[in-house]
């Protein structure tokens, strides 16, 4: 059997608030109950999104929480001649296309790209986003969490985009790149990201990767029914709460922990819930925290 290895990967965007929390204890404890490393990558291929000082913030938290990583951090702004590597190897077989489609026109279509610049040829060297030319119409996968998964690529928003305008490469090919060269073989992460795990797991197919097993973690949502974010304005995770912050997310999970179990270390709170940790027990549905 191939060694568990499994990761998280936030993008500095911002501090880290519950939804992250949990995001990172599920992947982290899912790879400690079986055995295997915790990596950390920093997805920093954004710039113009990043906050100052947010990479170094997001390292303290996890560590005030007892999140400790194995190996030493990637980050993905170091890794752009890969990129580019992976992204010469789709054009050269012709899964890729020029496409200079405004983005009105993208809205018009409520989104849902109909190949309008697939056959025009349009120069790579254009002020034009490069999308992938999908061959396929379906892709699916067993989720470790939410069971059997079935997309259509036509409901997805048809041809993705792999580069963008401005020169700066996709979340979508940079995370399917190093998940396949990382040998990740487990990602657990947030459902909000299952329409990206049908792109990236096409993207491992093209470039000849193995896809990891994938789990999809409830979303936290606020009162007003939105998922946790930087745009929903979620509150930055109270590092001098680590030990409820940890509880709080452990019942968002599912696990049912001692009621008293923040009246111990992150330590001893992790490594209850590395113990009892069971995966089918995590919620499929959305989950709004109760404090």
Not at 9 to 16: D, F, I, R, V
């Amino acid at each position: 059997m191939t060694p568990y290895s499994g990761r998280f990967a936030p993008s500095p965007t911002g501090p880290l608030h519950l939804g992250s929390l949990v995001a990172a204890l599920g992947s982290y404890l899912d790879a400690k109950a079986n055995s295997g490393l915790w990596l950390l990558r920093i997805e920093d291929i954004d710039p113009p999104r990043e906050m100052a000082g947010a990479k170094e913030l997001i390292l303290r938290q996890l560590e005030d929480h007892g999140l400790y990583w194995d190996s030493t951090a990637i980050y993905q702004s170091q890794r752009l001649d890969t990129y580019q590597e992976y992204f010469d190897h789709l054009k050269n077989n012709q899964h890729l296309y020029a496409c200079d489609c405004p983005r009105h026109r993208i809205r018009d279509l409520n989104g849902i790209y109909d190949g309008h610049c697939r056959d025009l040829n349009l120069s790579f060297d254009s002020d034009a986003a490069i999308r992938v030319l999908l061959s396929e119409k379906n892709i699916g996968w067993n989720d470790l969490i939410l069971g059997p998964q079935s997309f259509s690529f036509d409901e997805l928003g048809g041809d993705f985009i792999v580069r963008r305008r401005d020169g700066l490469f996709s979340y979508q090919l940079a995370v399917a790149v190093d998940d396949g060269l990382e040998g990740i073989t487990h990602v657990i992460r947030g459902a909000d990201l299952l329409d990206s795990t049908a792109r990236q797991t096409y993207l491992h197919k093209l470039f000849g990767l193995s896809s990891p097993e994938y789990g999809h973690l409830p979303m936290v949502m606020n009162n007003q029914g939105q998922k946790l974010s930087k745009q929903t304005h979620a509150p930055e995770l109270d590092s001098n709460k680590s030990r409820e912050n940890l509880a709080l997310a452990l019942n968002i999970l599912g696990q049912n922990p001692p009621r008293d179990i923040s009246e111990n270390s992150c330590e001893e709170i992790l490594a209850w819930a590395i113990h009892h940790w069971n995966i089918n027990s995590v919620p499929t549905k959305p989950v709004e925290p109760s404090n």
